[in-house]
């Protein structure tokens, strides 16, 4: 019989729309191999996931990437230098600053350079030919309403920083600058002066265009007879060669341009010395003292009366003397004049530039006369001097050595002066060569000459007067020479 033809096997159904198929087909589903080849060998992308989880990643043995080759390491440059700004602009130069960059490389850094490029092109030339290290510069030479873009780069050995440039463009011309005056410190006070003195002062100001200087007084312009004005484009001097009390006022300097205006006022005081005091006169005369008035003076000087001095005169000798150097009322008491004498008193007054040239001078005189007292002794009380006789120091013990003559001391005092006996061993000495008693001034004092081990014991020494007695004691002790 005939094989029977093997059986084809039904192809396998589309996948349904939108289902993926299977990354790897079953095994069951892989092509067979042609009869006589060799059936092919499963590799492990075809290894069917277990059942209910998502296929496993391939396993494929990847080979080893190649080793990257080392690459150089790369210069390290400056970053931008900070803050570009212009300064100041004129008519024909524009002055730029900035700061230095935060990071300036490892071979540091060389200095900046300065490029400009007219407003339109984009020609950037740079302005100084060789770096320098200034965080200012001017650049010179422009030409007047030129319009310039303007950047700045920081330059190392390893080469040039990213560029730092100004935003918006710069136009060369003369900025308006508004007037503002600076007046000194010491003007912004009463500026004071002696008549005949000299003034001149030089008050600066800022502005630009040259702004135009207007001086006034009392909203009248100065009388530049007499008062010399002398204006440049930055201050104004304002001179007097010789100062009179009607210079005295308030002056009024004005710095304008094209309306827009900055105002000063500053006071001046001319001064010279006041006139005399008035109406001065004696007002009492007692003892050894004169009581003295006056008024102050119709001329202060143009400036405030600090005091007034006042002086006397001695009709005997007459001269002058200060009697009172600064008295700030108009009264006072002049004292410790001498009896007998005639006196004259004159005044003067001060103010900030001295003494009056004239004193006020009082037509009287003052006679200090003589006093008749009685004198009368004071009465002293009667006190009673009488006191017992009583040891203010005692006798100290003592110890001697035979042969060297020794001092007993003690102290006493008593009205009537007591009587002092010395003894020894409660034995009195009397007139004996051997001991010599003395008292001064209540001192009690016993010499005991080249004394010997005999000589020791107990000295006393007693006080007596007709009020009581009383005594004191010691010990002496007298060692064998060694």
Same mark, same amino acid.
């Given at each position: @019989? =005939? +094989? *029977?033809? %093997?059986?084809? #096997?039904?192809? &396998? /159904? $589309?996948?349904?729309?939108?289902?993926?198929? !299977?990354?790897?087909?079953?095994?069951?589903?892989?092509?067979?191999?042609?009869?006589? @080849? =060799? +059936? *092919?060998? %499963?590799?492990? #992308?075809?290894? &069917? /996931? $277990?059942?209910?989880?998502?296929?496993?990643? !391939?396993?494929?043995?990847?080979?080893?990437?190649?080793?990257?080759?080392?690459?150089?390491?790369? +210069?390290?440059? %400056?970053?931008?230098?900070?803050?570009? /700004?212009?300064?100041?602009?004129?008519?024909?130069?524009?002055?730029?600053?900035?700061?230095?960059?935060?990071?300036?490389?490892?071979?540091?850094?060389?200095?900046?350079?300065?490029?400009?490029?007219?407003?339109?092109?984009?020609?950037?030339?740079?302005?100084?030919?060789?770096?320098?290290?200034?965080?200012?510069?001017?650049?010179?030479?422009?030409?007047?309403?030129?319009?310039?873009?303007?950047?700045?780069?920081?330059?190392?050995?390893?080469?040039?920083?990213?560029?730092?440039?100004?935003?918006?463009?710069?136009?060369?011309?003369?900025?308006?600058?508004?007037?503002?005056?600076?007046?000194?410190?010491?003007?912004?006070?009463?500026?004071?002066?002696?008549?005949?003195?000299?003034?001149?002062?030089?008050?600066?100001?800022?502005?630009?265009?040259?702004?135009?200087?207007?001086?006034?007084?009392?909203?009248?312009?100065?009388?530049?007879?007499?008062?010399?004005?002398?204006?440049?484009?930055?201050?104004?001097?304002?001179?007097?060669?010789?100062?009179?009390?009607?210079?005295?006022?308030?002056?009024?300097?004005?710095?304008?341009?094209?309306?827009?205006?900055?105002?000063?006022?500053?006071?001046?005081?001319?001064?010279?010395?006041?006139?005399?005091?008035?109406?001065?006169?004696?007002?009492?005369?007692?003892?050894?003292?004169?009581?003295?008035?006056?008024?102050?003076?119709?001329?202060?000087?143009?400036?405030?009366?600090?005091?007034?001095?006042?002086?006397?005169?001695?009709?005997?000798?007459?001269?002058?003397?200060?009697?009172?150097?600064?008295?700030?009322?108009?009264?006072?008491?002049?004292?410790?004049?001498?009896?007998?004498?005639?006196?004259?008193?004159?005044?003067?007054?001060?103010?900030?530039?001295?003494?009056?040239?004239?004193?006020?001078?009082?037509?009287?005189?003052?006679?200090?006369?003589?006093?008749?007292?009685?004198?009368?002794?004071?009465?002293?009380?009667?006190?009673?001097?009488?006191?017992?006789?009583?040891?203010?120091?005692?006798?100290?013990?003592?110890?001697?050595?035979?042969?060297?003559?020794?001092?007993?001391?003690?102290?006493?005092?008593?009205?009537?002066?007591?009587?002092?006996?010395?003894?020894?061993?409660?034995?009195?000495?009397?007139?004996?060569?051997?001991?010599?008693?003395?008292?001064?001034?209540?001192?009690?004092?016993?010499?005991?000459?080249?004394?010997?081990?005999?000589?020791?014991?107990?000295?006393?020494?007693?006080?007596?007067?007709?009020?009581?007695?009383?005594?004191?004691?010691?010990?002496?002790?007298?060692?064998?020479?060694?």
């Amino acid at each position: @019989e =005939p +094989a *029977p033809t %093997p059986k084809e #096997e039904p192809a &396998p /159904a $589309p996948a349904a729309e939108g289902t993926p198929a !299977p990354e790897h087909p079953p095994a069951a589903e892989q092509p067979t191999a042609p009869a006589g @080849e =060799p +059936a *092919p060998v %499963p590799t492990a #992308e075809a290894t &069917p /996931a $277990p059942e209910g989880g998502p296929p496993a990643p !391939p396993a494929e043995p990847q080979a080893p990437a190649p080793e990257p080759k080392p690459e150089k390491p790369k +210069a390290e440059l %400056p970053s931008s230098p900070l803050s570009l /700004a212009v300064e100041e602009v004129s008519e024909n130069s524009v002055t730029l600053t900035w700061k230095a960059p935060e990071q300036t490389g490892r071979s540091g850094l060389d200095g900046y350079v300065v490029e400009i490029c007219k407003d339109g092109s984009t020609d950037w030339k740079a302005v100084n030919e060789e770096p320098f290290l200034s965080t200012r510069y001017t650049i010179q030479d422009l030409g007047s309403g030129d319009k310039i873009h303007v950047r700045v780069k920081a330059v190392s050995a390893s080469g040039a920083s990213v560029p730092a440039t100004l935003e918006q463009p710069v136009l060369i011309r003369e900025i308006l600058q508004l007037p503002r005056i600076r007046m000194p410190r010491h003007l912004r006070q009463t500026y004071v002066r002696h008549v005949g003195d000299a003034v001149n002062m030089m008050i600066p100001f800022q502005g630009k265009p040259r702004p135009e200087v207007i001086w006034t007084k009392g909203d009248q312009p100065l009388d530049t007879s007499h008062i010399n004005i002398h204006n440049t484009e930055k201050d104004t001097i304002f001179y007097i060669r010789k100062a009179q009390r009607s210079d005295s006022g308030k002056y009024e300097l004005t710095v304008r341009i094209n309306g827009a205006e900055d105002k000063a006022s500053l006071d001046i005081r001319v001064i010279e010395p006041p006139g005399p005091p008035r109406n001065l006169k004696l007002v009492d005369v007692w003892g050894f003292n004169v009581a003295l008035e006056w008024n102050p003076p119709a001329d202060n000087g143009n400036s405030e009366i600090k005091g007034y001095l006042v002086q006397k005169s001695d009709k005997k000798s007459g001269k002058w003397f200060m009697a009172l150097e600064r008295c700030t009322r108009t009264s006072c008491t002049i004292s410790d004049l001498i009896i007998g004498n005639t006196y004259s008193f004159r005044v003067f007054a001060e103010n900030a530039c001295g003494l009056s040239e004239k004193a006020a001078v009082t037509s009287g005189v003052a006679h200090i006369e003589k006093t008749k007292t009685a004198y009368q002794p004071e009465k002293i009380p009667q006190r009673d001097m009488m006191e017992p006789p009583k040891f203010t120091q005692p006798l100290t013990d003592r110890t001697t050595t035979r042969g060297y003559s020794t001092h007993l001391f003690c102290s006493v005092r008593g009205f009537p002066q007591p009587k002092i006996i010395w003894m020894k061993n409660q034995m009195e000495i009397r007139e004996d060569p051997k001991y010599i008693a003395m008292i001064e001034q209540g001192v009690c004092s016993l010499e005991i000459r080249k004394p010997n081990p005999f000589d020791g014991g107990i000295y006393t020494c007693k006080a007596v007067n007709p009020l009581g007695e009383a005594s004191v004691d010691c010990k002496l002790n007298v060692k064998g020479r060694i």
